[in-house]
């Protein structure tokens, strides 16, 4: 069954420092994965998606992830980090089923310091 | 940018009312969701569709009943509400055959049952 990961419920970075927001899944078939994010008392935007085309999938707002099938890994990265993306970010994969569900992991609030 | 509404965005309401909350979507899409999300928590999902008439239910019980007699509409029942009911409820949309099936999330409803 698929599942995924998230490591850390809360990441904290500096205004202008590297985001990093780490996401591990475990899937049956070669998986679909996507990052939303959710700003408060919203619904979830997607920001990424990766559909076993390119390993390293640039979305929205500056943020990218790469698909490392070896480390089942889909960490998402930004390279400058802005006060706006304060936010709580999810990592879901694709069920692999005919449902087309998504298994979300718990999420990740990222605080960014001024 | 995604086209799925939900009405209203709060509600707050007394033990033992019926309460419906209205998910519309415009892009055509035959599957539809709901989701339930405490706060700062992962997304549970507590109904899905496939299409008109279909309806399933998703990985969390959930006393709340759907309905789908339009495709562009899937509303969210609770007969009677319970503080147990005080959640965010979200519903989604997505457009199958391509197998990734990205989901589009609408706004949310907050409610609150005292």
């Known amino acids: 069954a698929q599942s995924v990961t998230q490591l850390g419920s809360h990441v904290s970075v500096s205004e202008g420092a590297l985001v990093l927001l780490r996401c591990n899944y475990s899937?049956?078939?070669?998986?679909?994965l996507f990052w939303y994010v959710q700003y408060p008392n919203q619904g979830l935007q997607l920001l990424l998606k990766?559909?076993?085309?390119?390993?390293l999938v640039k979305g929205i707002n500056g943020f990218e992830a790469e698909f490392k099938k070896s480390e089942t890994s889909f960490h998402l990265t930004k390279p400058s980090a802005h006060m706006s993306d304060a936010a709580e970010y999810f990592c879901?994969?694709?069920?692999?089923?005919?449902?087309?569900?998504?298994?979300f992991g718990s999420g990740t609030r990222l605080l960014v310091r001024p | 940018e995604a086209d799925i509404y939900q009405t209203p965005r709060y509600l707050v309401i007394g033990t033992g009312k019926k309460i419906t909350l209205e998910c519309s979507q415009t892009?055509?899409?035959?599957?539809m969701y709901w989701y339930q999300q405490d706060p700062g928590m992962e997304l549970h999902l507590i109904h899905y569709?496939?299409?008109?008439?279909?309806?399933e239910k998703g990985d969390l019980s959930s006393e709340s009943t759907v309905s789908r007699i339009r495709t562009e509409h899937f509303p969210l029942t609770l007969e009677s509400a319970r503080p147990s009911h005080t959640s965010q409820y979200l519903c989604?949309?997505?457009?199958?055959?391509?197998?990734?099936?990205?989901?589009?999330f609408g706004p949310g409803t907050r409610l609150t049952v005292l």
């Open positions: 879901a994969v694709s069920s692999g089923d005919s449902s087309y569900k998504l298994i």
């Open positions: 569709s496939y299409g008109v008439n279909s309806t």
């Open positions: 892009m055509g899409h035959d599957k």
């Open positions: 899937s049956s078939v070669p998986p679909y």
């Open positions: 989604a949309s997505s457009k199958p055959g391509t197998g990734e099936d990205t989901q589009y």
């Open positions: 990766y559909t076993s085309a390119a390993t």
